[in-house]
């Protein structure tokens, strides 16, 4: 579909804008497609890191008892 132009004249100039149009859509195409395969490569990168790094995090909890003890005398 894109083998042959359509010539367009602005101003004495001639286009071959039917031919760019599709130049540019195939640009636009293989851009899309080199985005995709790029972030999926980074996704996959991302997965395997995660998965063969391992954190190990240790908490420590301190529990304080406090004992008040009140003594009442009372005065006969």
Do not use: H
């Amino acid at each position: 579909m894109c083998n042959y132009s359509v010539r367009i004249y602005i101003a004495g100039q001639s286009y071959y804008y039917y031919y760019y149009y599709c130049y540019y859509y195939y640009y636009y195409y293989y851009f899309y497609y080199y985005y995709y395969y790029y972030y999926y490569y980074y996704y996959y990168y991302y997965y395997y890191y995660t998965t063969t790094t391992t954190t190990t995090t240790t908490t420590t909890t301190t529990t304080t008892t406090t004992t008040t003890t009140t003594t009442t005398t009372t005065l006969r």
